[in-house]
């Protein structure tokens, strides 16, 4: 529901991600006597923050003690555990870096110590709170430890999104995240956690539980995302839009449009993406006020970089446009959050053929990753990404794959080696060698990215189409003809059936069979293709 004050909107208390810090107050004043609980955190800067919320929280009946420094931490723990009033919680935050340090000096496992003392940590009668890393938290939950068991609750210590127009929740591309877990393994640790803490909050009630489901829901969903498993996060993505129309608040729709929209761009659906978008748009402007409200800013940017898929050039360099200068009137010129814009915007020129101002906005956007992020920064592909596409439209094709190798490194530590995105990258590595005349190799990586596309997307992929006109490429120029007629005519019928009449691709490739004349007769669609 939206709060209505004096005739203006007010942000109602459902659009605030709930607090897990709360969440644990509620569980420990429900609870007496010995209790285990677990706070699982991203990176250190978000457990400082969340330790002083909870000590905040909790004032007095909380006492935070630290194992670092002591010989035989355990010992110690018990000891100061025992020495404390029942009622006090002891939180215990750097549990994780004591054991790393101490499996490196001697061997000792705490977590095995605290295993086999469990019966007598029991016996205190005491709250105990350990926080735990991401790495730890998988060696636990998939171990052998009584501890785990014995857990009163699960928590998550993350670090804060920027919460008031929910713009930290929305999916702008696959490398732009400000999530600490960049590498593909994090986000397989951090997924395996999020559905954890999803159990844990179905199996008992609490208050506002609707909206954790709602929030856990998102953070599955986007993970799928990137890790490239679209049918998951479409799932979690509608599950979500079920909860909110069942709350009858409209302004989670955007978000969860938005995403929905990525999911299907990422697809390869550019036109249902662009239905969704502007369906989010529509909503925006009657519930959000202000011409430069960051989640106006973040729909035209998606919204031009679909538009540009669909061919619409025009409107695309309007919406990104509009998009880059909502962001420098709200962040300046050299804000981190300018890179998506300023890749997408890149795109929009080189497919205009304004080469040069493709590489300016690609040059900003590398400025900015040097003097504000680092040179190890995800976002560090999508820019050599466009820059090595651009090349290839210059016809620069050796210049191109060297970008393109840097890109295929980067990506795949941060995406994994059967991501979407890496099949297009593959293909793109397979062009430069096609245009070395080094056919053989050419081939071998078109069928490599053609082996992903069709596993993780499936055979109506646009990407595929646009893959089976370079491997037609590939048998023209060694006189296999059939086989290059069977691949355009069944690229021909996908783009007739996916994209637009009119779109620049089927201009292109109608012009390319008419051009050679052997290509053009009729012949069945090829298996890959139906």
């Excluded at 203006?8 to 709930?18: A, F, I, Y």
């Excluded at 080469?355 to 920064?377: M, V």
């Excluded at 055979?459 to 691949?487: S, W």
């Amino acid at each position: 529901m939206i709060n209505r004050q004096n005739g203006r909107l007010k942000v109602s208390q459902v659009l605030k991600t709930p607090s897990e810090v709360e969440r644990f107050r509620n569980r420990l004043e429900k609870s007496s006597g010995f209790a285990l609980y677990f706070a699982v955190y991203d990176e250190p800067a978000s457990l400082k923050k969340n330790s002083t919320l909870l000590k905040k929280s909790l004032g007095k009946a909380c006492q935070e003690i630290s194992l670092e420094k002591a010989t035989r931490p355990i010992d110690f723990m018990m000891e100061k555990i025992g020495e404390l009033p029942p009622e006090v919680l002891v939180h215990i935050p750097d549990f994780s870096i004591t054991r790393d340090k101490a499996l490196e000096k001697d061997g000792t496992d705490l977590l095995e110590l605290l295993n086999v003392r469990l019966f007598e940590l029991r016996e205190i009668k005491r709250p105990l709170l350990l926080s735990l890393s991401l790495d730890m938290f998988e060696e636990l939950s998939g171990g052998d430890f009584d501890v785990w068991d014995w857990r009163n609750g699960l928590f998550s210590f993350e670090a804060e999104r920027d919460y008031r127009f929910r713009n930290g929740f929305f999916l702008l591309d696959l490398l732009h995240d400000t999530d600490p877990c960049r590498f593909v393994y994090q986000k397989q640790q951090q997924l395996k956690f999020y559905h954890h803490l999803q159990r844990e909050y179905q199996s008992r009630e609490f208050p506002f539980r609707t909206l954790y489901d709602f929030h856990v829901l998102g953070k599955i969903g986007r993970l799928y995302y990137r890790l490239g498993e679209y049918d998951e996060a479409t799932n979690h993505f509608f599950e979500q839009r079920r909860i909110a129309e069942s709350m009858g608040e409209q302004r989670l729709m955007p978000e969860i449009l938005n995403n929905l929209a990525i999911v299907q761009e990422g697809r390869g659906q550019f036109a249902e993406a662009r239905d969704l978008i502007e369906k989010a748009l529509d909503i925006v402007n009657q519930v959000f006020r202000g011409e430069h409200n960051p989640t106006r800013t973040l729909l035209y940017s998606n919204l031009g970089d679909v538009q540009c898929s669909l061919g619409s050039y025009g409107e695309a360099l309007k919406n990104c446009r509009q998009a880059l200068r909502m962001q420098e009137y709200k962040l300046g010129q050299r804000h981190p959050d300018m890179l998506p814009v300023l890749v997408k915007l890149a795109r929009v020129y080189r497919k205009r053929g304004q080469f040069e101002d493709a590489l300016d906005c690609c040059r900003r956007g590398l400025h900015i990753i040097e003097r504000k992020l680092d040179l190890h920064h995800p976002y560090i592909s999508s820019m050599l990404q466009q820059i090595a596409l651009n090349y290839f439209e210059q016809g620069k094709h050796l210049i191109a794959k060297r970008y393109i190798d840097r890109t295929l490194e980067n990506a795949e530590r941060y995406l994994g080696s059967e991501h979407p995105f890496m099949g297009l990258l593959l293909e793109q590595i397979g062009r430069a060698f096609y245009f070395s005349e080094d056919y053989e190799k050419a081939l071998k990586y078109f069928y490599w990215a053609l082996d992903i596309r069709n596993r993780k997307i499936g055979p109506g992929d646009l990407a595929i189409a646009h893959i089976y006109i370079n491997v037609a490429r590939v048998y023209l120029a060694t006189g296999n003809v059939e086989d290059a007629r069977n691949a355009l005519q069944g690229s021909l019928a996908l783009f007739r059936i996916t994209l637009p009449q009119g779109h620049p691709e089927i201009s292109k490739l109608e012009k390319l069979i008419a051009e050679n004349p052997e290509l053009a007769s009729e012949s069945p669609v090829p298996t890959e293709f139906s």
